[in-house]
């Protein structure tokens, strides 16, 4: 399997989720073919193109506007197929069942989401989320609590990357939660 590095995405001024936290994201997602997944806060696409790339179908649901034209850019750009969504979480998610959900961006409406997940992530499904506040943190922990989810696992990942002159350039520590819904 080939992962897409950070710099064959087109960018812009939208948050991407970085090569190395979105390769552990789809691990803790176990994506497969056949799985139907939904992006929340969608961003570039990085995390949505990666799991159509090994055979997911995928909902991307994004509310900034450079936001989806850059979706459907990297969509192109990388020959995947995303039933792409502009719009916020929860008012704009599809009334479909999913097996796989990743949050990258929730607007601060974890009840709200997690109410619509009670009602369309089937038993055995995986939610996956990354935060760099941990506000955000705090409350998917609370949420996976409180609607029972198992194997619920928190990883925090510090990086840093060379630049071309050798410097380490540190990024953004990023917390990555996980729970299976029962």
């Not at 961003?43 to 034209?69: C, H, M, P, R, Y």
């Amino acid at each position: 399997m080939k992962w897409i590095r950070d710099e064959e995405f087109i960018r812009g001024n939208i948050p991407m989720t970085k090569f190395n936290i979105r390769t552990l994201a789809i691990a803790y997602l176990a994506i497969e073919k056949g799985d139907r997944l939904l992006d929340i806060g969608a961003g570039t696409g990085s995390i949505s193109i990666e799991a159509a790339l090994q055979g997911a179908n995928v909902w991307a649901i994004e509310k900034e506007k450079e936001g989806i034209d850059i979706i459907t850019k990297n969509s192109i750009k990388f020959n995947v197929k995303l039933n792409l969504i502009e719009g916020q979480a929860p008012e704009a998610l599809p009334d479909i069942e999913i097996n796989k959900c990743f949050i990258g961006g929730s607007g601060g409406k974890f009840n709200e989401i997690f109410k619509y997940l009670e009602a369309h992530l089937e038993t055995g499904g995986i939610v996956c989320g990354n935060f760099i506040r941990l506000q955000n943190l705090n409350n998917c922990i609370q949420c996976l609590e409180e609607y029972k989810y198992e194997n619920i696992e928190v990883q925090l990942i510090q990086s840093s990357y060379m630049d071309k002159i050798g410097l380490m350039k540190g990024q953004n520590p990023i917390f990555i939660v996980k729970g299976v819904k029962i």
